[in-house]
T-cell receptor, first 117, second 112 residues
Framework: AQSVAQPEDQVNVAEGNPLTVKCTYSVSGNPYLFWYVQYPNRGLQFLLKYITGDNLVKGSYGFEAEFNKSQTSFHLKKPSALVSDSALYFCAVREVYNAGNNRKLIWGLGTSLAVNP | DAGVIQSPRHEVTEMGQEVTLRCKPISGHNSLFWYRQTMMRGLELLIYFNNNVPIDDSGMPEDRFSAKMPNASFSTLKIQPSEPRDSAVYFC??????????FGPGTRLTVT
C-alpha cells in the first residue's frame, strides 16, 4: 500500500541555521513527490515537486528537496531558515505506474516547523 | 488568474441543517479535489473529479455527504443533514494534468 511518513511532528531551528524536514514514502511503482506549505488559516501552497531527472529539485522561497530512491526519501531543506518559514509542511506522493486516470495524492500528516529568532 | 475560489469562507450552522460549499477551480485545470482538515484526522481526501467525472469518492464519510461537478468551472460539496462532527476546514483544490494541486483558501464550517 502507498504511504508517506513524516517522522517528526515538530522541528525547531534557529534563524539562519539550515533546516531539514524529513519525508519517506512507500509505493509500488515510480513516485511523483511533492512538498506543500500551510501558513495559519490558509490553504496549502505548492513548494516543489520531483517527477523525473535531477534528484535535487529547487522550489519556492529558497527551498529544495533531494530525491533518494534507495532510501525512499524526499527530505525538504533550506540552507538558512527565516522566522517567516514557520508553518506546517506536508509531503505527498503520487504513484505513477497505474497513473492512468489516477490523480490522487497520498499525504503525510505534516510537520510543524518553528524558526526561532 | 484568481486562483481557486471557495465560498463561503466561514459557515456556522445548526445541527440538522443543509450546508453547501462551493468551489471554482482554476481555468484549464481538469482535476478537482475536495479535502477536509481537522486537528484530529489531519488532511483527508473526500472525493476527486477528472474532467467533471467523479473518480474516487472512497473518502466521503457517509451518505450525508455528496459532491457534484456540473461543469468545468464549478463544484459543490453538500452535507445534509449536518452534524457537529462535520466541523472542519474544507478545501477545494484543482490540478492541471494531475501534477501539483492548487488549493483554495478553505471554508471553515462550524456545526453547533
Amino acid at each position: 500500500a502507498q504511504s508517506v511518513a513524516q517522522p517528526e511532528d515538530q522541528v525547531n531551528v534557529a534563524e539562519g541555521n539550515p533546516l531539514t524536514v524529513k519525508c519517506t514514502y512507500s509505493v509500488s511503482g515510480n513516485p511523483y513527490l511533492f512538498w506543500y506549505v500551510q501558513y495559519p488559516n490558509r490553504g496549502l501552497q505548492f513548494l516543489l515537486k520531483y517527477i523525473t531527472g535531477d534528484n535535487l529539485v529547487k522550489g519556492s522561497y529558497g527551498f529544495e528537496a533531494e530525491f533518494n530512491k534507495s532510501q525512499t526519501s524526499f527530505h525538504l531543506k533550506k540552507p538558512s531558515a527565516l522566522v517567516s518559514d514557520s508553518a506546517l509542511y506536508f509531503c505527498a506522493v503520487r504513484e505513477v505506474y497505474n497513473a492512468g486516470n489516477n490523480r490522487k495524492l497520498i499525504w503525510g500528516l505534516g510537520t510543524s516547523l518553528a524558526v526561532n529568532p | 488568474d484568481a486562483g481557486v475560489i471557495q465560498s463561503p469562507r466561514h459557515e456556522v450552522t445548526e445541527m440538522g441543517q443543509e450546508v453547501t460549499l462551493r468551489c471554482k477551480p482554476i481555468s484549464g485545470h481538469n482535476s478537482l479535489f475536495w479535502y477536509r482538515q481537522t486537528m484530529m484526522r489531519g488532511l483527508e481526501l473526500l472525493i476527486y473529479f477528472n474532467n467533471n467525472v467523479p473518480i474516487d469518492d472512497s473518502g466521503m464519510p457517509e451518505d450525508r455527504f455528496s459532491a457534484k461537478m456540473p461543469n468545468a468551472s464549478f463544484s459543490t460539496l453538500k452535507i445534509q443533514p449536518s452534524e457537529p462532527r462535520d466541523s472542519a476546514v474544507y478545501f477545494c483544490a484543482s490540478s492541471p494534468q494531475g501534477h501539483e494541486q492548487y488549493f483554495g483558501p478553505g471554508t471553515r464550517l462550524t456545526v453547533t
